[in-house]
């Protein structure tokens, strides 16, 4: 069974920092795209970043450009979000997910609240 | 950066009616490289249809999804109790947008 476990969420204050991860098993995690995606009620579903296989290859969306670093540890079957200079808009739900014609697993969810 | 539309934002049906759930993109969604997806309260999305299309793995064959370039539908042939959710659209084909959902209630 594919699955997906995220953790590493909590309450932050503006300007910290949180990194989240994610465990994959039930596939082999090394052959696919993986991606972060986060939703808010104000925003909705965001797509956040995503690397390719070996990890080479990152994108961001731009409001999290050079704050947010997406990474993956193929021999652990891991995935990282490290989230630097939090902001209050960073307040989200953060789900890992399998990159495949969308996205066709996804983790449990990971709450993120950025507050003073 | 493709903005997807979707209407209506909340549909009041009965179970056994049938639902049809539209998306509209901005621009040319190359490739027809659209998804829907279902979302429940607590739980993660979860993939219905791909490439505007093709259904995934076990889903129902009440669910189908149709059209191409920037107009796109999600129609529930007959919406059982557990249909009753948010339903979103997502482009996959420039970088990845998502619509801001469709709820489908009970009337």
């Known amino acids: 069974e594919v699955q997906l476990v995220d953790s590493g969420g909590g309450l932050v204050q503006p300007g910290g920092s949180l990194r989240l991860s994610c465990v994959a098993s039930?596939?082999?995690?090394?052959?696919?795209?993986m991606s972060w995606v986060r939703q808010s009620p104000e925003k909705g579903l965001e797509w956040v970043a995503n690397l390719n296989e070996d990890g080479s290859k990152k994108y961001y969306v731009d409001s999290v450009k050079g704050r947010f670093t997406i990474s993956r540890d193929n021999a652990e079957k891991s995935l990282y979000l490290e989230m630097n200079s939090l902001r209050v808009e960073d307040t989200a739900v953060y789900y890992c997910?399998?990159?495949?014609?969308?996205?066709?697993?996804w983790g449990q969810g990971a709450v993120v609240t950025v507050s003073s | 950066e493709i903005v997807l539309t979707q209407s209506p934002g909340t549909l009041s049906l009965s179970p056994g009616e049938r639902a049809t759930l539209s998306c509209r993109a901005s621009q040319t969604v190359m490739n027809n490289l659209l998804v829907w997806y279902q979302q429940k309260p607590g739980q993660a999305p979860r993939r219905l249809i791909s490439g505007a299309s093709s259904r995934a793995s076990g889903i129902p064959d009440r669910f189908s999804g149709s059209g191409s370039g920037t107009d796109f539908t999600l129609t529930i042939s007959g919406l059982e109790p557990e249909d009753f959710a948010v339903y979103y659209c997502q482009q996959y084909a420039t970088l990845k947008t998502f619509g801001q959902g469709t709820k489908v209630e009970i009337k």
């Open positions: 997910a399998r990159d495949s014609a969308g996205y066709d697993a």
């Open positions: 039930g596939f082999s995690f090394r052959s696919y795209w």
